[in-house]
Protein backbone atom coordinates (compact mmCIF):
# COMPACT_ATOMS: atom_id res chain seq x y z
CA UNK A 1 0.00 0.00 0.00
CA UNK A 2 1.61 3.49 -1.15
CA UNK A 3 1.84 6.27 1.50
CA UNK A 4 -0.64 8.02 0.31
CA UNK A 5 -3.43 5.39 0.37
CA UNK A 6 -1.73 4.84 4.30
CA UNK A 7 -2.59 8.19 4.75
CA UNK A 8 -6.29 8.58 3.18
CA UNK A 9 -6.89 5.51 5.23
CA UNK A 10 -5.85 7.21 8.58
CA UNK A 11 -7.43 10.10 7.90
CA UNK A 12 -10.51 8.37 6.96
CA UNK A 13 -10.14 6.17 10.65
CA UNK A 14 -9.98 8.92 12.44
CA UNK A 15 -12.77 11.02 11.05
CA UNK A 16 -14.82 7.65 11.76
CA UNK A 17 -13.60 7.70 15.09
CA UNK A 18 -14.39 10.86 15.51
CA UNK A 19 -18.23 10.86 14.15
CA UNK A 20 -19.12 8.11 17.04
CA UNK A 21 -21.81 7.72 18.87
CA UNK A 22 -22.16 5.13 21.38
CA UNK A 23 -25.10 3.83 23.11
CA UNK A 24 -25.22 5.04 26.78
CA UNK A 25 -28.04 4.29 29.81
CA UNK A 26 -28.22 7.06 31.67
CA UNK A 27 -28.18 6.14 36.28
CA UNK A 28 -31.18 4.83 37.18
CA UNK A 29 -31.69 8.14 39.67
CA UNK A 30 -34.42 10.40 39.16
CA UNK A 31 -32.48 13.16 41.28
CA UNK A 32 -29.25 13.09 39.21
CA UNK A 33 -28.22 15.00 36.67
CA UNK A 34 -25.53 13.66 34.12
CA UNK A 35 -22.92 15.39 32.04
CA UNK A 36 -24.57 16.67 28.85
CA UNK A 37 -20.83 16.02 27.16
CA UNK A 38 -17.86 14.02 26.76
CA UNK A 39 -14.79 15.62 28.19
CA UNK A 40 -12.85 16.96 31.15
CA UNK A 41 -14.39 19.59 33.27
CA UNK A 42 -13.05 23.12 33.02
CA UNK A 43 -15.20 25.10 35.23
CA UNK A 44 -17.73 24.70 37.63
CA UNK A 45 -18.89 28.01 38.77
CA UNK A 46 -22.04 28.45 42.42
CA UNK A 47 -23.69 31.62 41.69
CA UNK A 48 -26.65 33.23 43.73
CA UNK A 49 -29.17 31.52 42.05
CA UNK A 50 -27.38 29.24 39.23
CA UNK A 51 -24.96 27.04 39.08
CA UNK A 52 -22.88 26.17 35.91
CA UNK A 53 -20.47 23.22 35.06
CA UNK A 54 -18.47 23.40 31.74
CA UNK A 55 -17.09 20.23 29.81
CA UNK A 56 -14.26 21.18 27.12
CA UNK A 57 -14.33 18.35 24.66
CA UNK A 58 -11.09 17.34 23.13
CA UNK A 59 -10.74 15.95 18.87
CA UNK A 60 -10.91 12.53 20.60
CA UNK A 61 -14.00 12.73 23.15
CA UNK A 62 -17.23 11.54 21.71
CA UNK A 63 -19.07 14.91 20.57
CA UNK A 64 -22.65 13.95 20.28
CA UNK A 65 -24.17 16.11 23.37
CA UNK A 66 -27.45 14.82 25.80
CA UNK A 67 -29.99 16.12 27.93
CA UNK A 68 -28.53 15.91 31.54
CA UNK A 69 -32.31 15.38 32.93
CA UNK A 70 -35.84 14.81 31.00
CA UNK A 71 -37.97 17.34 29.86
CA UNK A 72 -39.32 19.80 27.35
CA UNK A 73 -36.96 22.19 25.55
CA UNK A 74 -38.91 25.41 25.43
CA UNK A 75 -36.40 27.42 23.47
CA UNK A 76 -33.66 26.87 21.33
CA UNK A 77 -31.62 30.29 20.82
CA UNK A 78 -28.80 30.53 18.58
CA UNK A 79 -25.73 33.08 18.78
CA UNK A 80 -23.34 33.79 15.79
CA UNK A 81 -19.57 34.20 17.47
CA UNK A 82 -15.60 33.88 17.10
CA UNK A 83 -13.57 30.76 17.15
CA UNK A 84 -11.36 30.97 20.14
CA UNK A 85 -9.94 28.25 21.66
CA UNK A 86 -13.01 26.31 23.99
CA UNK A 87 -11.04 25.36 26.99
CA UNK A 88 -10.45 29.69 27.26
CA UNK A 89 -13.16 30.43 29.58
CA UNK A 90 -13.39 34.04 27.16
CA UNK A 91 -15.10 31.39 24.51
CA UNK A 92 -18.51 31.36 26.97
CA UNK A 93 -18.74 34.89 26.32
CA UNK A 94 -17.62 35.15 22.80
CA UNK A 95 -17.89 32.04 20.44
CA UNK A 96 -20.22 30.82 18.10
CA UNK A 97 -22.86 28.76 20.12
CA UNK A 98 -26.66 26.78 20.39
CA UNK A 99 -28.44 27.10 23.81
CA UNK A 100 -31.02 24.91 24.89
CA UNK A 101 -33.54 25.83 27.02
CA UNK A 102 -35.08 22.56 28.96
CA UNK A 103 -37.99 22.98 31.78
CA UNK A 104 -38.03 19.96 33.73
CA UNK A 105 -40.12 19.46 36.93
CA UNK A 106 -37.44 20.67 38.84
CA UNK A 107 -36.51 24.18 37.32
CA UNK A 108 -35.40 25.11 34.27
CA UNK A 109 -32.07 24.14 32.92
CA UNK A 110 -29.67 25.01 30.14
CA UNK A 111 -27.31 23.07 27.94
CA UNK A 112 -25.15 25.37 25.64
CA UNK A 113 -23.20 23.90 23.09
CA UNK A 114 -20.08 26.12 22.21
CA UNK A 115 -17.81 26.02 18.72
CA UNK A 116 -13.94 26.22 19.57
CA UNK A 117 -11.15 27.03 17.26
CA UNK A 118 -11.56 23.79 14.84
CA UNK A 119 -15.09 23.63 15.35
CA UNK A 120 -17.36 25.27 13.18
CA UNK A 121 -20.27 23.58 12.98
CA UNK A 122 -23.24 23.03 15.95
CA UNK A 123 -25.85 20.28 14.24
CA UNK A 124 -28.96 20.28 16.89
CA UNK A 125 -30.91 16.84 16.51
CA UNK A 126 -34.04 18.42 18.42
CA UNK A 127 -36.46 21.42 18.17
CA UNK A 128 -38.28 23.54 20.37
CA UNK A 129 -40.83 21.74 21.83
CA UNK A 130 -39.29 18.23 21.78
CA UNK A 131 -40.05 16.30 25.18
CA UNK A 132 -36.03 14.85 25.82
CA UNK A 133 -35.34 12.22 28.11
CA UNK A 134 -32.09 12.23 30.26
CA UNK A 135 -29.31 10.87 28.11
CA UNK A 136 -31.11 11.40 24.75
CA UNK A 137 -28.84 13.12 21.70
CA UNK A 138 -29.77 16.70 22.22
CA UNK A 139 -26.93 17.77 18.72
CA UNK A 140 -23.36 17.14 17.68
CA UNK A 141 -20.43 20.05 17.68
CA UNK A 142 -17.87 18.81 14.72
CA UNK A 143 -14.25 18.84 16.64
CA UNK A 144 -12.66 20.22 19.42
CA UNK A 145 -15.11 22.29 21.34
CA UNK A 146 -17.07 23.36 24.97
CA UNK A 147 -20.37 22.18 26.65
CA UNK A 148 -21.96 24.32 29.76
CA UNK A 149 -24.59 23.06 31.42
CA UNK A 150 -26.24 25.47 34.10
CA UNK A 151 -28.80 24.57 36.73
CA UNK A 152 -30.54 26.11 39.76
CA UNK A 153 -29.09 26.13 43.13
CA UNK A 154 -31.70 23.48 44.26
CA UNK A 155 -29.32 21.24 42.86
CA UNK A 156 -25.68 20.08 44.44
CA UNK A 157 -22.87 20.02 42.64
CA UNK A 158 -20.81 16.75 42.30
CA UNK A 159 -18.31 17.69 39.48
CA UNK A 160 -15.12 19.24 39.70
CA UNK A 161 -12.25 20.74 37.59
CA UNK A 162 -10.60 18.18 36.29
CA UNK A 163 -12.97 15.24 36.50
CA UNK A 164 -13.16 12.94 33.04
CA UNK A 165 -17.24 12.86 32.43
CA UNK A 166 -18.77 10.69 30.05
CA UNK A 167 -22.10 12.16 28.12
CA UNK A 168 -25.44 10.79 29.32
CA UNK A 169 -23.71 8.59 32.28
CA UNK A 170 -21.67 11.04 34.63
CA UNK A 171 -23.88 12.22 37.38
CA UNK A 172 -22.55 15.76 37.59
CA UNK A 173 -25.24 17.42 39.96
CA UNK A 174 -28.06 15.96 42.14
CA UNK A 175 -31.40 17.42 42.80
CA UNK A 176 -32.20 18.06 46.29
CA UNK A 177 -34.87 15.09 47.75
CA UNK A 178 -38.16 16.03 46.86
CA UNK A 179 -40.54 16.40 49.46
Known amino acids: MSAAALLVAAAG ?9 PERTPPNDPSTLVSPADGVVCQVVRGVEWSKVAVFM ?20 YNPGKFLAAWND ?16 R ?16 VPFVATGAIVKQGERLGL ?38 Q
Open 58 to 77: SVLNVHVNRSPFSGRVEALR
Open 107 to 122: GTIEVVQIAGLIARRI
Open 13 to 21: SCVCAFFRD
Open 141 to 178: IRFGSRVELTIPNSAELLASVGQKVKAGLTPVARWEAA
Open 90 to 105: KASLDNEQLRYAISTA
